[in-house]
């Protein structure tokens, strides 16, 4: 079973850049699909980012597509979430999580598939 942990939230004006971190423990990162999600206060957990088990394919949410970039290191256990030309509506807890029994090749958007997320990191954007 793999543990995620999140790290790099924080306050940021709007129009600055994050770099969130999700390191994973206890399992095997290369069989996982990995993915981005966030949610805010009374509204559903959304769908970011997702990256395939090889790193070479992504796919992003519309709100996000040309302002972040989902990047994996699998000999460092790590996925990246770089946020840049950051909105106040990117105000969120981000989560991420990790799908197993996926082809490498594959990106998984919906949230169901999921097995594994981890604690959340808290991103704030001030106007």
């Known amino acids: 079973q793999v543990q995620l942990v999140e790290s790099g939230g924080g306050l940021v004006q709007a129009g600055g850049s994050l770099r969130l971190s999700c390191a994973a423990s206890g399992g095997t990162f290369t069989i996982y699909t990995m993915g981005w999600f966030r949610q805010c206060p009374g509204k559903e957990r959304e769908f970011v980012a997702a990256?395939?088990?090889?790193?070479?394919?992504?796919y992003y949410a519309d709100s996000v597509k040309g302002r972040f970039t989902i990047s994996r290191d699998n000999a460092k256990n790590t996925v990246y979430l770089q946020t840049n030309s950051l909105k106040p509506e990117d105000t969120a807890v981000y989560y991420c999580?990790?799908?197993?029994?996926?082809?490498?090749?594959?990106?998984?958007?919906?949230?169901?598939?999921?097995?594994?997320w981890g604690q959340g990191t808290q991103v704030t954007v001030s106007s």
């Open positions: 999580a990790a799908a197993i029994g996926f082809p490498a090749t594959v990106v998984v958007t919906a949230s169901s598939p999921y097995n594994y």
């Open positions: 990256i395939s088990r090889s790193g070479g394919n992504t």
